[in-house]
């Protein structure tokens, strides 16, 4: 495939991560309103890319975020360890009232044609407190780190954030890794934090420091300000638009040299040379059928689903 990344061959740690770690309480399909009981997941928009990596594809997987040391902070690390990613904390100690938090998110899975809903609990947490120099970047990329993620919820989080991802992009790039950074918009979040033109505003400062950028159209429109067709919800989403909407960033942010979508349907594919891409394609459409937002798929199910593998039981 051509794409013009520099990725060295070798690292001790072949991805990482920068961003909140959350618990997750799902009470699967039932209405909050009505739930009797939760499962408790963790989560986080940038640590379930290392997740994955780690559990399915086998990768050494690295993040860097925040962590309390209180019974949530405990759960959280140890299910941390259990994906098989190494942790870099910053450590916070819990007041055993108000705080510092690990961030809940409540999300049922909704039903039909009844949505899921997602609401938070981010008051006074953690990792919304993390800064530039809170971390030593040198002893992190000392053995060599080969990709570095970041995205927009811990950018959303607070002013101190956005310039810690800045901070650690720019490490990443003196080490000679890859940069990557999901847009992941989510109007709530930005909402409590200026709005769409301060997202605008920090989300354009990142991307500057950026090789890898991932969004779909809603994430390019209302974190990049680039123009697209009114966002709304549709039965059938056009590619012909969204790669419209790619030319545009590329030529507003020169510097990136792929820029990949997330949109959300799902469709059947063949055999192509872009193994990668079909393997990505395949672990996500199983992520699908997991509760919580890490994996519990193995290689071998994705690579037997990339190649066409059907839901028949196995025996």
């Avoid at 919820?153 to 607070?158: D, E, H, M, P, W």
Wanted: one cysteine or more; proline letters at 4%.
């Amino acid at each position: 495939m051509e794409h013009g990344l520099n990725i060295r061959q070798e690292g001790a740690l072949d991805f990482v991560s920068l961003g909140a770690l959350v618990h997750r309480l799902d009470p699967g399909f039932i209405p909050f309103r009505k739930a009797g009981e939760c499962q408790i997941h963790v989560s986080g928009g940038e640590f379930n890319v290392a997740a994955n990596l780690a559990d399915c594809f086998r990768m050494q997987t690295g993040i860097v975020s925040a962590m309390v040391d209180y019974p949530i902070g405990d759960l959280v690390a140890e299910r941390v360890k259990a994906m098989g990613v190494k942790p870099f904390y910053k450590r916070f100690k819990h007041d055993g009232v108000t705080g510092p938090n690990i961030a809940a998110v409540y999300s049922d899975r909704g039903q039909g044609v009844r949505a899921p809903v997602v609401f938070y609990n981010r008051s006074n947490e953690a990792a919304a407190r993390l800064k530039p120099g809170d971390f030593d970047w040198k002893a992190i990329f000392a053995g060599g780190v080969r990709w570095f993620h970041s995205g927009g919820i811990f950018a959303a989080l607070s002013v101190t954030t956005a310039e810690l991802i800045i901070e650690g992009m720019e490490a990443a790039k003196r080490g000679g890794a890859v940069v990557s950074f999901d847009l992941n918009y989510r109007e709530k979040l930005w909402s409590i934090s200026g709005g769409q033109d301060r997202a605008v505003s920090v989300i354009g400062r990142i991307v500057k420091n950026v090789d890898v950028l991932v969004g779909n159209e809603e994430d390019l429109q209302k974190g990049l300000g680039v123009p697209g067709p009114e966002v709304a919800v549709k039965s059938k989403l056009d590619p012909t638009t969204f790669f419209g909407m790619i030319d545009r960033v590329v030529e507003k942010h020169p510097q990136v040299k792929i820029v990949a979508t997330t949109l959300r349907d799902v469709h059947s594919t063949d055999e192509s040379p872009e193994e990668a891409v079909k393997l990505g394609w395949a672990h996500g459409a199983l992520l699908t059928t997991f509760p919580g937002d890490t994996t519990m798929a193995t290689l071998e199910q994705v690579r037997a689903f990339a190649k066409g593998g059907s839901a028949r039981i196995q025996r």
